[in-house]
């Protein structure tokens, strides 16, 4: 039995399989906290078009409620075009991307079929429960996603970024200052509708043990603890706070923006994700590739190669020099300094002499001449 398997995932549902530092979501491992950071990716406008669409979902749930039979079906028809946009921007968002939005599709359709009318207007009837569960938590969903989404920015920026290293005592202080601030509580229950999906440090869960094997040596057996959450904001806040305790955290790449989980105790800057600078590169190898550049131009070798090219370049674009002198001298200057570079003693005691104007342009000359005579 793999982790994560025969568990119940769906828009009602969620559960996850939790092992060492790792969670198990339909039988595919990620570290604990990555669904908690990657909802950080969720960008504003896809968070305003959520809350648009659910707040519609819930005056249609309020008028559902209340209506005749005859106008229950005509209402029923209306409400169906605001589902099925939300649910397309909400299988754009973790955990909902990892699942099989065909499945959820089918029962919408069935829910919204005119052979489930006879059910949807019995009162007592379980599938008409079943309706308007479904349909509160659609527009329950997108306020958890934004509560969190709110709360889980504002504890990156004021305090996860702020920390000089990042293990799970730091991860913990941070947490704890954080989320007994007035201001943080302040900004919280100012948000749109704060009492819906209200975000909370005590996430309620339900707990249980099951069985599978284990993932490094698959002959052995053990315990995996798996958990059940009643509504998807406290999805997030346990996978947060789980990933915390292992040591895991949301950090913001300073190169293209995106959020990304850190799994030990350096403090991050990069991600592993393509550079929207250069495709050829990751941010992590971009970001390298400009701090030592950053380097390089106080870098007393680079400084004084910096100045003479730079002179060169000018005397050419004056025509104080050919472009064939040009072309050599630059060449030349770029030997030095490499060999500089290379060599501490030259680059103590015969660098800077040979990077003279005189000097290059003197041995590009005789460069240039005896290639000539070749």
């Not at 078009?49 to 519609?56: A, H, I, N, Q, R």
């Not at 284990?214 to 057996?221: F, I, Q, R, V």
């Not at 570079?341 to 005896?370: F, I, K, P, T």
């Amino acid at each position: 039995m793999p982790m994560g398997i025969q568990q119940t995932n769906n828009l009602l549902h969620l559960t996850l399989d939790i092992w060492q530092d790792q969670v198990f979501f339909n039988e595919i491992a990620y570290p604990a906290g990555h669904f908690a950071a990657d909802l950080l990716n969720v960008s504003p406008e896809m968070l305003q078009e959520l809350l648009t669409l659910g707040g519609t979902i819930s005056h249609q749930v309020e008028a559902l409620a209340f209506a005749e039979p005859s106008r229950f079906v005509h209402l029923l028809q209306e409400t169906r075009p605001t589902l099925e946009p939300l649910l397309d921007i909400l299988w754009r968002c973790p955990p909902y991307c990892f699942l099989d939005k065909a499945q959820e599709l089918h029962a919408v359709d069935v829910l919204f079929s005119p052979a489930s009318h006879n059910d949807l207007l019995h009162p007592a009837s379980p599938v008409r429960q079943f309706f308007f569960r479904y349909l509160t938590a659609a527009f329950s969903i997108p306020l958890g996603i934004y509560h969190f989404s709110v709360a889980g920015l504002y504890f990156e920026v004021e305090y996860l970024r702020r920390l000089k290293k990042r293990n799970e005592t730091f991860f913990a202080t941070a947490a704890r200052d954080c989320f007994n601030s007035e201001d943080f509580w302040a900004m919280m229950h100012k948000l749109s509708y704060a009492e819906i999906e209200p975000f909370t440090i005590s996430p309620t869960i339900s707990s249980t043990y099951t069985f599978a094997r284990n993932p490094k040596h698959e002959t052995d057996m053990v315990f995996v603890q798996r958990i059940e959450f009643p509504t998807l904001i406290h999805f997030y806040i346990f996978d947060l706070l789980n990933g915390l305790h292992h040591g895991h955290a949301p950090s913001q790449c300073q190169n293209c923006g995106y959020y990304f989980l850190t799994t030990n105790a350096h403090v991050p800057k990069y991600c592993d994700g393509i550079a929207p600078q250069d495709s050829r590169m990751t941010c992590r190898q971009y970001g390298a590739m400009m701090h030592q550049k950053e380097q390089n131009k106080h870098h007393p070798i680079y400084s004084l190669f910096n100045t003479r090219t730079g002179t060169i370049r000018k005397h050419h674009q004056r025509r104080k020099i050919s472009d064939e002198l040009r072309q050599e001298a630059l060449h030349l200057a770029a030997v030095c300094r490499d060999k500089a570079l290379m060599d501490n003693d030259y680059a103590a005691h015969g660098y800077a002499q040979d990077m003279e104007l005189e000097a290059l342009y003197a041995q590009a000359q005789r460069r240039l001449e005896r290639g000539k005579q070749s």
